[in-house]
């Protein structure tokens, strides 16, 4: 049971590149999360999913596209990076209930430098 | 959303009680108090949450005040590998699991 897993584990980009973040989960989670974290600050939501083929917005979702085809994987997309998304990278997921949605489990993040 | 205010710094001698206090004034009755810590370079890890009533878990105590005002969490003998930036949470319900992390509060745990 390898519990939320994240690639790559760190990553260097150009501005204007493009990549995407892969988030796995083998705990049968319905809901998925992508959060970032900027140095000294705490996490932010980027976008989330409530299941398999459905995404919704976060608190700070520009610059990121993501897709769920697969109940077991959330992907991150970034078309064309930008140094100020520069950024660790956290996935997390959780089951549907009340309660049980907040009790996220976090996978151990993605480095990504934009220069 | 209930805001949460939390002291940026802790410090706590190894083997004592270490606890950490949060005000959520703007609770309301329905919304519960998360806590999560994250151990430096990792991801955040669930560690309790409760509504009224005090609970306890195998990695600490919850204990919120009557008027559900602030809430204090209890590591009752911390170690070294406890220090970690721990965080007070209030998620509004029914939004989908939305969790909003504040500054939390870095807790030192010194020899």
């Known amino acids: 049971n390898a519990g939320v897993t994240q690639t790559p584990k760190f990553r260097v980009l150009k501005t204007g590149q493009s990549m995407t973040l892969l988030c796995a989960q083998d705990?049968?989670?319905?809901?998925m999360y992508w959060y970032r974290q900027d140095p000294g600050m705490g996490l932010r939501l980027i976008h989330y999913?409530?299941?398999?083929?459905?995404?919704a917005k976060g608190e700070v979702p520009d610059g990121y596209n993501v897709s769920r085809l697969k109940k077991q994987n959330f992907l991150l997309g970034l078309e064309s990076a930008a140094p100020s998304q520069t950024s660790v990278y956290f996935c997390?997921?959780?089951?549907?209930?009340?309660?049980?949605?907040?009790?996220?489990?976090f996978g151990p993040g993605t480095r990504l430098l934009v220069l | 959303d209930a805001k949460t205010t939390q002291p940026p710094s802790m410090d706590c001698a190894e083997g004592r009680a270490a606890n950490l206090p949060c005000n959520h004034s703007?609770?309301?009755?329905?919304?519960?108090v998360y806590w999560y810590r994250q151990i430096h370079s990792q991801g955040p890890q669930y560690i309790i949450h409760?509504?009224?009533n005090n609970e306890t878990n195998e990695m600490a105590s919850l204990i919120i005040t009557e008027d559900r005002k602030s809430s204090t969490l209890i590591l009752p003998h911390a170690t070294l590998r406890d220090t970690a930036v721990y965080y007070c949470?209030?998620?509004?319900?029914?939004?989908?699991?939305?969790?909003?992390f504040g500054q939390g509060t870095e807790l030192s745990v010194k020899p």
């Open positions: 999913s409530v299941g398999e083929g459905t995404t």
């Open positions: 703007t609770i309301s009755g329905n919304e519960y």
């Open positions: 409760g509504l009224k």
């Open positions: 949470i209030v998620p509004p319900p029914n939004q989908g699991g939305k969790l909003i």
């Open positions: 705990m049968n989670h319905e809901y």
């Open positions: 997390a997921s959780s089951y549907w209930q009340p309660r049980k949605q907040e009790t996220q489990y």
